[in-house]
């Protein structure tokens, strides 16, 4: 019996279905909570590559709710990308896995989206989907959006359809703040509510089912939903999707840049290709000078004035216990020089 | 009598200052969000949030949140 006969035998979907479903490389944005969901659904129904990735390490409050992890992975310190290709190999061997740990920006974006055929949002920010959007509308590859927190989550498929409007069409401005599952908690229903509506647009998308691009919410809390009809709400002035799109959250800078992990009291700091630290050499340089040194393949983890730092392989570090960007560089000067 | 609209498929009782869609929001502490509104399966532009709410109003309000 074929791993996938219940699937095939919904009719909707079919050996046919199946055989396209096989066919789909897909790139899951984030490995936190939406993206775990996603994943071990899209991998659980058999597509033929997945990519994840990740910037962040497990974190004991990330257990409740991001499903595919258990307590060895935060006692190991594992970059949660690696821990999600692990666990997604063990689930399905028929699917070609790639876990990368990286932070998604302007520079790298595009590179690592290329070659698969759609995203999955399990981003946490609002600055990242922007940036997925308009990597999608350059790369011509749908983006299943969903976000969550609380016991309310929304979800919104773009470039699915003709003419639809894109997620800069309907933000037109960035928020400077947003809510985040660190400033007002999340529970794990709504996580598992949000990405299987993303999964099922995602498979309906794939076997060639109808899709019409609508932009959803639920609270499973106070039990209120809505579903909107959001066609009119395209933009020919769009800079990201109309005739001439400049793409502007595509654009890039050549300096380190820094950003406040919003509600994280964590500072990330993320270095240029051509100006990255080498692990091995920058843990035994400051063997001396910090406590509770960790050295792994991913990252250096250490405590040095009170403040828990972690440098990632990508060139990033995330200084945790504070929120100053200025102080931030001083404590990573502090180290690097 | 007070206002009874829909609102995200629930009853709701609209309290005797509230007018407008904006006043509203405000009621609802959604007035510094990123939202989209729909009154009566219209999508409301911003300029149109003093838009009066009458009595069986259909209205529907998504947020975006950061979280995921």
Known sequence: MSKYSRQELFTPIGADGQLRIRGAKVFVLGAGALGSSGAEMLVRAGVGELTIVDRDILEWSNLHRQQLYAEQDVVEQLPKAAAAERRLRQINSDVKIRGVVADVTPENVLELFEGHDMV???????ETRLLANDACLQLNIPFFMGACVGSYGLTFPIGVAEEQPCLHCLLEVLPPQSLTCDTVGVISPIVVTTAARQVAQLLKYVTGAELDPRLESTDL???????????????????????QPSHPFLSASEVVRTAVLCGRDTVQLTWPKNRQVELAPFAD???ETVSNLLHNPYLVSCEYNDHRLVLFRDGRMLIHGTKDITEARKIAAGLLG | MGKTIDLNGKSYSVVPEVETVQQLLEHLE??????????????????????????????????FVGGG
């Open chain 1, 221 to 243: 809390w106070t039990d209120e939903r809505a579903s909107m009809e959001v066609k009119n709400m395209k933009k020919s002035s769009c800079p990201s999707c109309s005739a």
């Open chain 1, 120 to 126: 999955l949002d399990g981003t946490d920010n609002i």
């Open chain 2, 30 to 63: 959604l007035g510094n969000r990123i939202l989209i509104v729909e009154k009566n399966k219209e999508i409301l532009q911003k300029d149109s949030y003093d838009a009066p709410i009458m009595d069986r109003d259909q209205i529907e309000i998504i947020h």
């Open chain 1, 285 to 287: 340089s400051i063997r």
